[in-house]
């Protein structure tokens, strides 16, 4: 049996524990972001302050994609369409353009 006096030393303990930031994914990913993808497809995400809703804009055609819950980085996705990745990176996989790998520009 654990008695009250380590209890509340073990509480104490974790209250000065350093506690893991909160995921500000949501608040990095708000706003325009340009990307070349393939090497010369230049496209554009704007991620939308509510954070559920992003648009892609590759070749002169808009699709407005959903986010969807992923352990890493982010995944937006609308049918056959879809865009994951994070800050530094971006895959795009879709019927019209096809698998197309994506760095910031």
């Given at each position: 049996?654990?008695?009250?006096?380590?209890?509340?030393?073990?509480?104490?303990?974790?209250?000065?524990?350093?506690?893991?930031?909160?995921?500000?994914?949501?608040?990095?990913?708000?706003?325009?972001f340009?990307?070349?993808?393939?090497?010369?497809?230049?496209?554009?995400?704007?991620?939308?302050?509510?954070a559920?809703?992003?648009?892609?804009?590759?070749?002169?055609?808009?699709?407005?994609?959903?986010?969807m819950?992923?352990s890493?980085?982010?995944?937006?996705?609308?049918?056959?369409?879809?865009?994951?990745?994070?800050?530094?990176?971006?895959?795009?996989?879709?019927?019209?353009?096809?698998?197309l790998?994506?760095r910031?520009?």
């Amino acid at each position: 049996m654990i008695r009250p006096a380590t209890l509340a030393l073990l509480a104490g303990l974790a209250a000065c524990a350093p506690q893991s930031p909160s995921n500000t994914l949501d608040a990095r990913m708000a706003g325009t972001f340009n990307w070349m993808c393939g090497g010369s497809t230049p496209a554009t995400v704007t991620f939308h302050s509510d954070a559920k809703l992003a648009d892609l804009t590759i070749n002169g055609q808009t699709t407005q994609l959903l986010r969807m819950p992923t352990s890493r980085g982010w995944l937006y996705q609308f049918g056959s369409t879809q865009i994951s990745g994070g800050p530094e990176r971006m895959q795009i996989s879709s019927p019209e353009h096809g698998n197309l790998d994506c760095r910031p520009n």
